[in-house]
């Protein structure tokens, strides 16, 4: 049973990367390393409310991170090209300056990204922007869940 609670920091520590990596699911990683904790601790450690509630704020905050951005882009104006840009510009960010490169790729990737559309650069500074917003909501609200979710891990390990 050891492995498992090896398995379940591996996975801890990829749901809390995978928070700011665009493509690794953060927070269902988390919840996956609660999982692998119970299976380690003969289901002793979580009560089935607690990992039932984990499960449905898992599922909240996956489906919530996919509007923000969109509602963000939309609510300022973005076009498809400026969401784009703000993805690439974060994992761009992410390798050459990290932590900070993240959001200051965001917002550059946004930028760009609608200047190359043929916004003015008002509006491609607005519509980056929104873009910029929607995203850094949606990775703080994954922080926080997959943050959660990591303290009851390391409570119930020790």
């Known amino acids: 049973m050891f492995v498992f609670t090896i398995i379940g ?3 801890i520590i990829l749901g809390i990367i995978g928070c700011v990596v665009p493509g690794l699911p953060g927070p269902p990683l988390s919840y996956l390393a609660l999982i692998s904790l119970s299976i380690s601790k003969k289901w002793e450690v979580f009560s089935p409310e607690f990992l039932i509630a984990m ?7 996956t489906a919530i991170d996919f509007v923000i951005p969109a509602f963000g882009a939309k609510k300022f104006g973005a076009s498809k090209f400026g969401f784009w840009g703000a993805v690439i510009g974060m994992i761009v960010g992410f390798f050459y300056f990290p932590p900070l490169g993240i959001i200051i790729g965001a917002f550059l990737g946004a930028f760009v990204g609608e200047v190359i559309s043929g916004k003015q ?3 491609a500074f607005k519509a980056g922007w929104g873009v910029f917003i929607g995203i850094i909501t949606g990775t703080v609200l994954k922080l ?4 959660i979710m990591t303290f009851y891990f390391f409570k119930a390990l020790f």
Do not use: K, R
């Open 121 to 123: 650069t008002y509006g």
């Open 144 to 147: 926080v869940v997959s943050g």
């Open 9 to 11: 920091i591996l996975l």
């Open 55 to 61: 499960a449905g704020l898992t599922i909240l905050v």
